[in-house]
């Protein structure tokens, strides 16, 4: 079946970064895009960023704009996150999904401090 499992959160002081990985298995990785969400504690799911199933295109919302980068490998069925400049409202459940939200990841937990 369909596995999408998130990793690399944890606890970072503000400016600190971190890299969230989202590695797939039980499906096509390679002819997916992919995208991260997250959910900060009493608020909504928001979008975060998204890329192609080739990596040829990318997409970041505006509040982490210049600040994170996404990035895949299809050779090893990941997608990455890297996150810099990471500010106390970049706290929250970060989650991978794909298949247009058909599936999702459980999450990784980010806490800027």
């Known amino acids: 079946q369909v596995q999408l499992v998130e990793s690399g959160g944890g606890s970072v002081q503000a400016g600190g970064s971190l890299r969230l990985s989202c590695a797939a298995s039980?499906?096509?990785?390679?002819?997916?895009?992919v995208g991260w969400f997250r959910q900060a504690p009493g608020k909504g799911m928001e979008w975060v960023s998204g890329i192609y199933d080739d990596g040829s295109d990318t997409y970041y919302g505006d509040s982490v704009k210049g600040r994170f980068t996404i990035s895949r490998d299809n050779a090893r069925n990941t997608v990455y996150l890297q996150m810099n400049s990471l500010q106390p409202e970049d706290t929250a459940l970060y989650y991978c999904?794909?298949?247009?939200?058909?599936?999702w990841g459980r999450g990784t937990q980010v806490t800027v401090s």
């Open positions: 039980g499906y096509t990785f390679s002819s997916n895009c």
């Open positions: 999904a794909t298949n247009g939200g058909k599936y």
